[in-house]
């Protein structure tokens, strides 16, 4: 068995669906046309770059810590986004989100977020909670200050975009935390997981989140696949803390980890019982980091360019990797970070569209899996007697077509069988 079957057995099912008239008879004997929406799996990807066009901000997207698009080049790039993704993640890292103390830059993320959901995309804010990236700001307030301003920006963030974002990176990278240092002054959030632990860092982003939004998606999110995180875990929950998600980072600069190494880092954290999500995935399309290297940012280099045969390489590798994700139960989102090379992260050729806008063969292969392996194409069936016809399909929003009338429905499994009302 491959692991694409392996995907498609496991997460296509077949329910059999009743489509009745207004007045709750039953569409008999009816030639009708089902097609799907969208998928329940979160596929998802950066919306860094649409920051500026969301904002109408013709004139260029304003400078910010997180980058993003020019609007023209964020327009080109915009079909090809939602093709394929229906999830975005936006950039709330709190050093560009508030470089002023007191001047939030809430409005436009505001837009942004609007801008998504308008186009049917759900959003997830990224991160609450970090060590890099926290404002200079900060580092000048007293010890006793920090908890609570941090309290502050968490409550703040989560219920101003409640209904907007509703699922957040609580709070990103806890395991090297309290021992990170990248610069001569340790960052306030570093001092302040120095001082009251880890665990207790973990609580006040989770309890303040959740406080703010208690239909809110939590998720703690690390690089660190390694034994420290099942530790750390492991001590948060056993603490009482609710975690809604376990989440994965695969920047796979380096190389294509191969599903053997995938699935046993799936099978480590599934063991849990928590949803997975896949947060942050790169694959490159040119020469690989040498593998000596253990922090990605020390790979400094005038030039990343993209080639043919990394590009067919990456195609591949994008391919296995979500077929192998996709085939365990657990994995309930992937997100690609970053859909284009132009501003990537690291100026690595990880993007699936090249710096010119043209799609890269990752692009069309990942949109083959999407919208082809795991889609269902429009499909003419005909009801019994009793309205009832057989669909089989991925979890998610399908609709409904007989004649001039529609409507839609939900496909879940182990759901009771949907109805549909056709108007």
């Not at 960052?187 to 880890?198: D, F, P, S, V």
């Not at 849990?272 to 490159?284: A, F, I, K, M, R």
């Not at 309930?332 to 063969?361: C, F, H, N, Q």
Request: hydrophobic share 40%; charged share 25%; proline share 6%.
């Amino acid at each position: 068995m491959t692991c694409s079957t392996a995907a498609d057995d496991l997460r296509r099912s077949a329910v059999t669906l009743t489509v009745r008239t207004p007045d709750g008879s039953p569409c008999a004997g009816a030639d009708v046309l089902v097609e799907q929406l969208g998928h329940d799996v979160a596929f998802g990807n950066i919306g860094f770059d649409f920051v500026g066009l969301a904002n109408g901000e013709e004139d260029g997207a304003r400078e910010n810590v997180f980058g993003g698009a020019d609007p023209e080049a964020a327009r080109q790039l915009e079909e090809l986004w939602l093709d394929v993704f229906n999830t975005a993640t936006l950039p709330f890292y709190w050093a560009g989100f508030e470089a002023v103390e007191g001047q939030p830059d809430t409005e436009r993320l505001r837009a942004t977020a609007a801008w998504f959901r308008e186009r049917g995309v759900r959003v997830k804010g990224h991160p609450l909670v970090w060590h890099t990236l926290a404002p200079d700001w900060l580092r000048r307030s007293p010890d006793e200050d920090v908890e609570r301003t941090v309290r502050a920006r968490i409550g703040r963030e989560v219920t101003t975009f409640a209904g907007l974002i509703d699922t957040w990176d609580a709070i990103n990278e806890v395991v090297i935390m309290p021992v990170f240092a990248n610069e001569d002054e340790q960052n306030a959030i570093t001092r302040l997981c120095r001082r009251i632990g880890r665990i207790p860092t973990v609580r006040l982003a989770f309890e303040e989140a959740r406080r703010a939004n208690p239909a809110a998606t939590l998720v703690l999110n690390d690089f660190n696949l390694s034994t420290a995180y099942e530790c750390l875990i492991e001590g948060v929950l056993e603490a009482g803390i609710q975690l809604d998600a376990i989440g994965l980072q695969s920047h796979m600069h380096q190389g294509y980890w191969g599903e053997e190494r995938t699935q046993e880092v799936l099978e480590r954290f599934a063991r849990y019982g928590l949803p997975l999500h896949w947060t942050e995935t790169t694959l490159v399309s040119g020469e690989l980091m040498p593998p000596e290297i253990e922090d990605l940012n020390d790979h400094q280099v005038d030039s990343w360019p993209s080639t043919p045969e990394g590009e067919a390489r990456q195609a591949d590798d994008v391919v296995r990797h979500y077929r192998t994700l996709l085939a365990h139960p657990s994995v309930e989102a992937v997100t690609y970070w970053g859909i284009t090379d132009r501003g990537s992260w690291l100026g690595a050729p990880a993007g699936l569209v090249r710096a010119d806008g043209s799609p890269k063969p990752a692009y069309d292969a990942l949109r083959g899996l999407v919208k082809g392996e795991w889609w269902l194409p429009p499909t003419p069936v005909r009801t019994d007697g009793d309205g009832r016809a057989e669909v089989r399909g991925w979890a998610g929003e399908y609709r409904v077509t007989a004649g001039e009338r529609t409507g839609t429905f939900r496909l879940r499994p182990g759901a009771p069988p949907p109805e549909v009302t056709v108007a």
